[in-house]
Nanobody, 123 residues
């Protein structure tokens, strides 16, 4: 019912920058929040950063001061600006959205995931 499409991944050298984008479409009445998660080979998926529709943000300690999440509510889009990238940042990055489908169910939120975009940081 909701599709998330990520873009912006790629290969970059350590110290470089990338900007990820994620656009949500489909049966959306309201998006309560969006976020980025990542999963490296052999590791569990972990939170990178989230943003609520109020603008409140949350970051993993490992990316604070280097990554910045932002959103455009009108476009159902979230961005992740990644600076000073390190080889440890190499992972598949997934977009997540918490979506309300209708005004009749404002307290019901569904979670959706994108297909993921690969970020590779070479040393």
């Amino acid at each position: 019912q909701v599709q998330l499409v990520e873009s912006g991944g790629g290969l970059v050298q350590a110290g470089g920058s990338l900007r990820l984008s994620c656009v949500a479409s489909g049966r959306i009445f309201r998006i309560n929040g969006m976020g980025w998660y990542r999963q490296a080979p052999g590791k569990q998926r972990e939170l990178v950063a989230t943003i609520r529709n109020s603008g409140r943000t949350n970051y993993a300690n490992s990316v604070k001061g280097r990554f910045a999440i932002s959103g455009d509510n009108a476009k159902n889009t979230v961005y992740l600006q990644m600076n000073s990238l390190k080889p440890d940042d190499t992972a598949v990055y997934y977009c997540h959205a918490g979506v309300v489908h209708s005004a009749d169910s404002l307290n019901v939120e569904y979670g959706y995931w994108g297909q993921g975009t690969q970020v590779t940081v070479s040393s």
